[in-house]
Nanobody, 118 residues
Framework: QVQLVESGGGLVQPGGSLRLSCAASGNVIRQNGMGWYRQAPGKQRELVPIASITRGGSTNYADSVKGRFTISRDSAKNTIDLQMNSLRPEDTAVYYC??????????WGPGTQVTVSS
């Protein structure tokens, strides 16, 4: 069974950077559009990806992260990465990867916690 596993989260000060990574078995990441989703404290998980990348490599970003976050696919490592720069307190959330533009409920992983605080 395919499992998506996120890593790279942590505590960072405002203005700092983090790089998240999502790994999966098989060719799931290479063969599908993928995205990063997040769930802020006390809120429901956003069901529209904040960043996504198509199978062909085209990327798309939510306005809230445009210009600060960069999604990429590493085909050699079979991962989807999210470089997050200029982090803000409102970026605090659990970050998940899944298919994009349409997620699959059976593939939600454990997520990785990102906390932006001074």
């Amino acid at each position: 069974q395919v499992q998506l596993v996120e890593s790279g989260g942590g505590l960072v000060q405002p203005g700092g950077s983090l790089r998240l990574s999502c790994a999966a078995s098989g060719n799931v990441i290479r063969q599908n559009g993928m995205g990063w989703y997040r769930q802020a404290p006390g809120k429901q998980r956003e069901l529209v990806p904040i960043a996504s990348i198509t199978r062909g490599g085209s990327t798309n970003y939510a306005d809230s992260v445009k210009g600060r976050f960069t999604i990429s696919r590493d085909s050699a490592k079979n991962t989807i990465d999210l470089q997050m720069n200029s982090l803000r307190p409102e970026d605090t959330a659990v970050y998940y990867c899944n298919f994009a533009p349409y997620y699959s409920n059976i593939y939600w992983g454990p997520g990785t916690q990102v906390t932006v605080s001074s």
